[in-house]
């Protein structure tokens, strides 16, 4: 199975122990694209099974692991019809380097779910889940090369701020409302 199923929405659930299959499944597409920088820093320890990846999110979630200016935040995976369809993350709050790279939301849609209205729906509901947590406007940002991305953002409000410049990388900064009245995603 390919893409998003057929007339299923789209959810946020709580990564979980035990998701090692669907999500071998999905690293696999982003290792066969060649999309190596999805998982590095922190995160490179993905690329050596889920249940590693699983723990230090676990562990990143109250803030402070691996460092001690690590944000609290939540792991999601975004699916549709039991399906992983990608990731996203939300931070309850920024830090310094998260208010230049990173913001409150990131986000990635596995290769074969892309350009199905999925990533616009994940940051939608990752908007509801910070109005939930309190915060009124959320920052999101994207590498200037990625203008899908950028798209996905001002498709849900985001009003482009000074672009910030760090380690040879220029990265698009967005404020999006998080109002609870978001629309729906629309299905291409």
């Not at 979980?16 to 820093?41: C, I, K, N, S």
């Not at 692991?65 to 939540?74: A, E, K, L, Q, W």
């Not at 994940?122 to 939930?132: F, H, N, Q, S, V």
């Not at 009003?159 to 967005?174: F, G, K, S, T």
């Amino acid at each position: 199975m390919t893409g998003r199923p057929e007339n299923s929405p789209i959810v946020l659930t709580p990564m979980t122990p035990g998701r090692d299959v669907e999500f071998a499944q999905m690293l696999e597409e982003f290792r066969d694209a060649g999309e190596y920088h999805v998982y590095d820093g922190n995160f490179a320890v993905a690329w050596d099974g889920y249940a590693g990846f699983y723990d230090l999110l676990s562990r990143m979630k109250a803030g402070g692991y691996p460092r001690p200016d690590i944000v609290p935040m939540d792991s999601y995976f975004i699916e549709s019809g039991g399906r992983i369809l990608g990731e996203v993350y939300v931070r309850h709050r920024l830090s310094p380097w998260l208010e230049q790279i990173g913001g409150h939301v990131g986000y990635k849609v596995r290769p074969s779910a892309r350009n199905q209205g999925v990533a616009t729906a994940a940051l939608r509901l990752a908007l509801k889940e910070l109005k939930a947590l309190g915060v009124e406007s959320a920052l999101v940002t994207c590498n200037t090369t990625n203008a899908a991305s950028a798209k996905v953002i001002e498709r849900c409000g985001g009003q482009r701020i000074e672009d910030a410049i760090l380690e040879n990388r220029i990265e698009r900064r967005y404020w999006v409302p998080t109002r609870a009245d978001l629309p729906a995603a629309r299905r291409r």
